[in-house]
């Protein structure tokens, strides 16, 4: 669809959103209804406006508006097709801040033919003055080791979150506080607790308007309890125990995990859509994909490390991305797995190194630049038998003998003088 029609279309989702908050005169059923003058010539009385599809939910904090605009139709590959090359770019913690960050890379997504995955962080939803309405699993209520918010900060997001969603974007959810290690860390919770602290993510998306007092505006024009379909674990702990609760939930996959760069499989019934270890360039060993471990194997704990460092330590990121989509692209085309914050570490180095991958692999052939739930969506589309063909392609290799043999239904090469060679004369 062209990038025209992709406005257009956000746009007439966008305008009913604001349309059901902005006082317009309603029929008994709901419908528009247009005032007419009293004077003039009589006209043919007009076809009746289509009734809105917003619905709102609970206080209004968020609405049913439809079907979400710009999600592909997933199809199954056929006999012989090589797979298309995923590369899903993914968000930690996903509100908007005086860095603006989130409508930057809006915009860079937009740009690029992309769609993304934020991960939302539920008290980026909630004031600080009611901190207290968060009650963390082994935690006193009103603990956060990420904070809270302020209104302005709210609004700011929220705004980043409906206009990301009508573009086609997935909204899921890096739970609340953030708490790693032990002593009440993620990584010691129960099944049950899991559940209580997806439970109060959820809530605090949903009730916005009622915590913030704004009442008047425009709701998040999707349902949450349909849209969160997956996540991303604090510090990738608790891994187990999130993956048993969120299956129960419904949740479809998760990314909280590391692996090497094949083809996904399920746990716990649930698509494990880690993150990959990629060659890390200058190093003999390989490297997260993801902005914070690059930092750390750079400049420690320290997030602003030597400026004189910082051009390389982005080029070394970009470099390393980027070798390990060519090892995909080139080889068994798993997907690539991408992982970030919006954060300004060593000076923003690792922002520009991610864009500059995102404008290198997004435009190429055959690459689709997707969300976890898009990419879920493509894997539940697939013949198993093929899924379990393409997981036992190893990490870089291609199919010996091409695509066009390697998955089941696949015609056999044909042997040399048989039909299709040129005829030998006798």
């Known amino acids: ?19 059901s908050l902005a006082g317009c005169a309603t029929g008994a059923d709901g419908s528009h209804v247009s005032h007419v003058g009293a004077s003039g010539p009589q006209q043919a009385k007009p076809a009746p406006a289509p009734k809105s599809v917003v619905r709102l939910i609970g206080d209004g904090s968020t609405a049913y508006t439809g079907a979400q605009p710009h999600l592909p139709r997933p199809e199954r ?18 509100g908007e801040d005086s860095q603006k960050l989130f409508s930057h890379f809006r915009k860079v997504s ?31 209520p009103g603990r956060s080791d990420i904070g809270f918010n302020d209104e302005q900060g709210i609004a700011d997001t929220v705004k980043q979150l409906r206009l990301a969603w009508l573009e086609g974007n997935e909204i899921g959810t890096h739970f609340n506080g953030h708490f ?30 009622t915590n913030t007092g704004m009442k008047k505006a425009a709701p998040l024009p999707f349902d949450y309890d349909k849209e969160l379909v997956g996540a991303r674990t604090p510090c990738l702990e608790g891994q187990k125990n999130f993956m048993k609760a969120a299956h129960e939930l419904g949740f479809r996959y998760d990314t909280s995990g590391v692996d090497n760069q094949v083809w996904p499989g399920k746990k716990e019934g649930l698509w494990d859509l880690s993150m990959q270890l990629v060659p890390f360039r200058g190093h003999s060993y390989e490297q997260l994909t993801m902005d914070y471990n690059f930092m750390v194997n750079q400049s420690g704990t320290a997030t602003q490390g030597d400026p004189d460092k910082r051009e390389f330590w982005g080029d070394q990121m970009r470099d390393s991305l980027l070798k390990g989509f060519h090892r995909a692209y080139d080889g068994n085309r798993a997907p690539l797995i991408i992982g970030n914050h919006f954060e300004s570490w060593n000076g923003g180095t690792y922002m520009r190194a991610v864009e500059e991958v995102v404008e290198n692999v997004c435009n190429k052939r055959d690459v689709r630049c997707v969300s976890f739930r898009q990419l879920a969506d493509w894997l539940d589309a697939q013949d198993p038998k093929t899924l379990a063909k393409l997981r036992t392609l190893e990490v870089g290799e291609a199919p010996k003998q091409g695509w066009a043999s390697f998955l089941p239904g696949s015609p056999a090469p044909a042997p040399k003088g048989a039909p299709g060679a040129p005829a030998v004369r006798r």
């Open 77 to 94: 590959l056929k006999p012989g097709q090589k797979p298309p090359q995923f590369v899903v770019f993914s968000w930690d913690g996903a």
């Open 180 to 209: 790693c290690g032990k002593n009440g860390g993620v990584g010691e919770w129960s099944v049950e607790e899991w559940k209580d602290e997806i439970a109060q993510a959820k809530q605090f998306v949903k009730t916005w308007k």
């Open 110 to 140: 937009k740009a690029n033919h992309a769609t993304m995955t934020y991960f939302l962080s539920g008290v980026y939803m909630l004031p600080q003055e009611k901190a207290d309405l968060y009650k963390p699993p082994q935690h006193s």
């Open 1 to 19: 669809m062209a990038a025209t029609q992709r406005i257009a279309a956000g746009a007439v989702v966008a305008a009913a959103v604001a349309a």
